[in-house]
């Protein structure tokens, strides 16, 4: 097989979802596992609406804080929405993640449209998913002014002049959304990774304005049988988007979300082989899987899938850095208050 | 919480250390106050020494002081819930309390939140409540800062209540069931997502001492962190807000009143105090002091020497120049006083601001120490206390290698944690389902 081996690294995730959860221990085991395989991240969804029809549903981004002192490398990507929350406090969960895992966390940005999460706040009546993903654009763009209203050198702790900070290095963001405002600055300092990972789901045509604007991961839910043509013309789209924004469409990882149900040996060689496909043919820059049991499916896939891709030449079987924007082979953001201050 | 014997026995809470001059960033032992091994080298220190709890305190806005944002004092901390999670995965009994405003929180959201870690934490989950009001730290808010003074604990309770309501929304059978609140701040319906906790409902603590806020906890809080110091206002509040517990139909012992406390030791009475003398010269620096100054006066005095005799002008009443901090009092009473303590001792600016800061609770020898905390419990003055270390994050080292077992020693404290959930640690009942 001499299918040429593409320059950019492929890029692989789990979701670690299972119904009814009551306790850390099965997100711990299934990250665990999935670092193991040296996958770039695991991902939790969540949501504001009703229980799901399995149960129990614990907030994603607390579960995935429980799990990153337990871990060492995965990247941690919970689902934070943004239509009931206050965007304040979502910039500021997400990078106290960042700070707990030492640069490993991620966020997936997501609205709530439905009427029963609206009738759980009873603040805000349900708007157009259009309006909805509008606002959401305008979260991550806080957040991203909020992750930088400390820069890095902020912290000086100078005895001469008993200042703990240079607040010089501390800058207001003065945001003004369609239906929110935030001074700032952020209360947290700066996170280690600059900037946390950003998420958007961008099937749908909706998200996809925010994710070209401010997403380092898409994905693009599609089936394993489906033709990739449709997956391939949404990245085309994404990185056209991209580009359009002023952004280096190559910094926009974007990940085929496929849902899959591994029965056996030979079902995790066929999925390295889809994989391997896929990706050798550029339809998209790696993948998100879905596992219908994690507790069947995760382990033949570590133990199955993983080591096909690796003895192939695909996958690395190491993670050469610390944190997951060191796996996305993205780079730690230049922050853009010390940009302008220092060009000023 | 008593012992086999029927000692009074007491609780202890090691509070993370704050963004305030108490805690010390000059010193060459003060670590980072962001980075995550602070926290759990705090933490480890605390369920080593068989604490009940860890407290984090939260901001939601940078203190402001002449419209600048303030530089003297340490200066960020991460979100404290968050914080907490990660700390459930690296110890195994030590409870987990956080402070989080009910002015710019929802319900739903939060006691999703609370919920989430006391499933995470086996039941170690607890939430100081606390308020605002302030339009400047609702300029980070949706909510903005709209909400008048007095209704700050009507919806602090009707928060609180709410949120006990969806804890209890679910079936005896483990299913979820339908909820519906109308009050006058909240008017939700729905199903809550998260099956009910280990602890039922997450420990509540309350902090603040006035009237209204005393009323509140006797009606809805578990804790009451308090700041009362000597033995007499101590019982005086304990009395007090004991007595109002039964008005609520509750018993004494379903509220724990915790003072917030310093301790210094060391190896001598004479050494103790040294070195709680040198850590107050430490917690005001030239430049604070001038700060502290100009809290009072409400004016700039940044031409004065701290080095130099009181300014002669009078506050000003309506100098509001410091923002996300209380202002201390009536400035004319509290000038008058720092004047006559400053000429009668002969104090410059800065000596003054030390002689009249806050001094520590107890200093001593870990003997004379453990002596005092005792008699503070036996007597009724508190039912524990809560540490506030003015070092991040070795700050309790001390007290535990020293103090925790002479009052293992005296009976006064636990030999072994005797439960898993929070609510065991402090001896409070699984809450009645409404």
Not at chain 1, 209 to 230: E, G, T
Not at chain 1, 299 to 304: C, R
Not at chain 2, 175 to 204: L, N
Not at chain 2, 356 to 377: C, I, K, M, N, Y
Request: aromatic content about 8%.
């Amino acid at each position: 097989m001499s299918s040429p081996v593409p320059t950019r690294p492929l890029h692989l995730a789990v979701a670690i979802d299972r119904p009814d959860a009551r306790s850390a221990e099965p997100f711990a085991r299934a990250a665990r596992l999935a670092e193991h395989g040296k996958l770039d991240f695991v991902t939790l969804d969540d949501t504001l609406g009703p229980p799901g029809r399995g149960g129990s549903r614990l907030d994603a981004l607390a579960v995935l804080a429980r799990v990153a002192p337990v871990t060492r490398r995965i990247g941690l990507v919970p689902t934070v929405t943004t239509t009931h929350t206050e965007p304040f406090h979502v910039s500021n969960a997400v990078s106290t993640l960042d700070w707990v895992s030492r640069g490993r966390a991620g966020w997936t940005v997501a609205v709530s449209t439905g009427e029963a999460a609206a009738r759980h706040f009873g603040r805000r009546d349900t708007a157009p998913a259009q309006d909805l993903w509008r606002e959401a654009g305008e979260v991550a763009d806080v957040a991203g002014r909020l992750w930088d209203s400390w820069e890095d050198d902020a912290e000086i702790r100078d005895a001469a002049t008993g200042r703990f900070v240079d607040r010089d290095k501390l800058h207001y963001v003065d945001f003004r959304g369609t239906d929110f405002s935030v001074r700032g600055p952020s209360i947290v300092p700066r996170p280690p990774q600059g900037h946390p990972v950003i998420a958007v789901d961008a099937t749908d045509p909706l998200p996809r304005a925010a994710a070209a604007r401010h997403a380092d991961v898409a994905y693009v839910r599609a089936r394993a049988d489906a033709p990739p043509a449709a997956v391939r013309a949404v990245r085309d789209e994404l990185r056209g988007r991209a580009q359009q924004f002023g952004r280096d469409p190559g910094r926009l990882v974007v990940l085929a979300s496929v849902p899959v149900a591994l029965h056996a040996a030979a079902d995790a060689v066929a999925l390295a082989d889809l994989v391997g496909g896929w990706y050798g043919d550029g339809v998209v820059d790696g993948f998100h899987f879905r596992p219908g049991d994690p507790d069947r499916d995760l382990p033949l896939l570590v133990d199955g899938t993983v080591p096909v891709l690796q003895h192939r030449g695909l996958l690395r079987s190491f993670y050469p850095g610390g944190t997951l924007r060191e796996h996305l082979c993205l780079p730690r953001p230049a922050n853009r208050y010390a940009t302008a201050r220092e060009t000023a | 919480m008593t012992s086999r014997t029927g000692r009074k026995q007491m609780h202890l809470a090691a509070h993370f250390p704050g963004v305030n001059n108490t805690t010390v960033w000059t010193d060459p032992r003060s670590g980072s106050q962001i980075d995550f091994g602070s926290f759990e080298h705090l933490a480890h220190t605390a369920e080593r020494g068989l604490f009940d709890f860890f407290f984090l305190a939260e901001g939601l806005r940078l203190r402001e002081h002449k419209g600048l944002i303030h530089d003297l004092d340490v200066v960020g901390r991460p979100e404290s819930l968050t914080v907490l999670a990660a700390l459930a995965a690296v110890t195994d009994r030590l409870g987990l309390a956080a402070t989080v405003n009910a002015t710019f929180n929802e319900p739903y959201e939060l006691a999703r939140r609370l919920a989430s870690l006391d499933h995470l934490s086996g039941g170690r989950a607890a939430w100081n409540v606390v308020t605002s009001s302030d339009a400047f730290t609702g300029e980070n808010f949706r909510r903005g800062g709209y909400l008048d003074h007095a209704d700050r604990y009507t919806r602090a309770a009707e928060f609180v209540a709410t949120a006990r309501e969806l804890w209890d929304s679910w079936a005896p059978d483990g299913t979820p069931r339908p909820f519906a609140h109308q009050g006058r701040h909240f008017r939700i319906e729905g199903e809550f997502d998260v099956a009910p906790g280990p602890q039922g409902h997450p420990v509540v603590i309350q902090a603040g001492d006035s009237d209204e806020g005393r009323e509140f906890a006797a009606a809805t809080a578990d804790v009451v962190f308090t700041r009362h110091g000597s033995l007499e206002a101590g019982r005086a509040f304990y009395a007090d807000v004991k007595g109002r517990l039964a008005a609520h139909g509750r018993a004494p012992g379903d509220l724990k009143i915790m003072p917030g406390v310093t301790v210094v030791l060391g190896d001598t009475a004479a050494e103790a105090q040294e070195k709680a003398a040198e850590i107050r010269k430490q917690q005001v620096s030239p430049q604070t002091a001038l700060l502290t100054l100009e809290q009072v006066w409400g004016r700039d005095l940044s031409a004065y020497d701290p080095d130099g005799p009181l300014p002669d002008i009078d506050p000003d009443p309506d100098g509001a120049i410091t923002q996300g901090r209380v202002r201390l009092g009536d400035p004319f009473a509290v000038a008058a006083r720092w004047r006559a303590v400053a000429e009668a001792k002969g104090l410059s600016i800065r000596q003054t601001v030390i002689e009249t800061h806050g001094r520590p609770s107890f200093v001593g020898t870990p003997q004379a120490v453990a002596a005092e905390l005792d008699e503070f419990v036996t007597t009724d003055a508190a039912d524990g206390f809560i540490l506030v270390p003015h070092l991040t994050p070795g700050g309790l080292d001390d007290f535990v290698d020293g103090v925790v077992p002479l009052l293992q020693e005296r009976g006064a404290f636990r030999t072994e944690y005797t439960g898993r959930t929070l609510r065991d640690h402090l001896g409070l009942p699984l809450p009645r389902r409404e």
